[in-house]
């Protein structure tokens, strides 16, 4: 979530307020230390069951299955994850299926949602509408989502879901965006619809959304940037909320594009007794799939540093609510 602005909710109100892009916490403790040492053992225990596929590739399958899981032996995040790489025919999965709180990762959704609304319309974007997404993206506002919530509201926000198969995806009851159900199955298939042709979004809108998360400011490109060769382009939206139960959720997504080829990754987490913490463990996973697939790269992008604003949620989110 945002940390600009102390007033900023996960809440839709107000206005409805319109806008188009892609890509893409309760103020409270951290998770308690039952909750942030559930699946240690299991990590421990190496029982981390990520599968790497690719039939052109099977050796670097194999290689990214064994990285990851030694990436996350250990953490006591809960992990789903998903990476696909279609000039190589990759494939990594690991609790796809698993259902988050979205935090401000469903900013992704919201904003193509947006771009679908404007194709039917046959419009360009209102000057308003670019200062929103913009705003949405680039700064995770909290505000600019609400209004753009409201502006689309429920039943074109779940038509968009339709059309992008994003089946497992359970939009946010009463207005709470950031409390939307994803799973890295779904959040996957959102970062294909940018970077492929297809019937869902044209080619200008997936440009523009594209263009957005590459302008995401630094304190907010940690997660699957980490590691990745700096002659690609990166996409990323992240989220970040605490609640009472199962910790820090911390997600990030992104797409890979340069040199006439892209990849995406999706990580998605919770029990993270900070949001330090579920950092790393992202990042842990993010710089061996970056290493695996661009094996002569001659830099990257280094681990984050931690920045001020980390650790301050801003989305108020009731007690109670969340949770699946």
Not at 106 to 126: C, E, P, S, W
Not at 178 to 197: K, R, V
Not at 225 to 232: I, R
Request: charged content about 15%.
């Amino acid at each position: 979530m945002s940390s600009s602005g102390a007033n900023r909710r996960g809440r839709a109100g107000g206005a409805a307020a319109a806008a188009v892009a892609l890509c893409a916490g309760v103020a409270g403790a951290s998770a308690p230390a039952a909750a942030a040492s559930k699946l240690g053992s299991l990590r421990a225990a190496g029982s981390i069951a990520v599968s790497c596929t690719s039939h052109a590739h099977p050796e670097l399958a194999a290689r990214l299955s064994a990285g990851i899981r030694a990436a996350l032996r250990g953490r006591s995040s809960t992990v789903a994850l998903r990476v696909y790489d279609k000039s190589e025919g990759l494939g990594c999965s690991l609790s796809t299926t698993m259902h988050f709180d979205s935090a401000s990762v469903v900013k992704v959704t919201i904003l193509g949602a947006l771009l679908r609304v404007a194709m039917n319309q046959h419009r360009h974007l209102t000057q308003r509408e670019v200062t929103l997404t913009t705003r949405m993206i680039t700064e995770s506002d909290n505000n600019a989502a609400s209004a753009l919530w409201a502006q689309v509201g429920q039943a074109r926000l779940q038509h968009f879901l339709d059309l992008a198969k994003m089946t497992q995806t359970r939009l946010g009851a009463d207005g709470y965006w950031g409390l939307t159900q994803i799973t890295a199955h779904d959040e996957s298939l959102l970062l294909n619809l940018l970077e492929y042709p297809n019937s869902v979004l044209d080619t200008p809108s997936r440009n523009y959304a594209l263009g957005l998360m590459a302008r995401v400011i630094p304190a907010q490109r940690w997660g699957v940037p980490a590691g990745a060769p700096t002659d690609l382009t990166v996409h990323v939206k992240n989220g970040w909320l605490p609640l009472a139960t199962d910790g820090w959720r911390i997600h990030s997504i992104g797409c890979f594009t340069g040199h006439h080829r892209g990849y995406s990754i999706v990580v998605l987490t919770e029990d993270n007794p900070s949001m330090a913490y579920g950092i790393a463990t992202i990042e842990r996973a993010a710089r061996v799939i970056h290493r695996q697939l661009n094996p002569t790269a001659t830099s990257a992008i280094p681990p984050s540093t931690p920045a001020p604003s980390w650790g301050t949620p801003d989305e108020q989110i009731p007690e109670g609510r969340g949770g699946r």
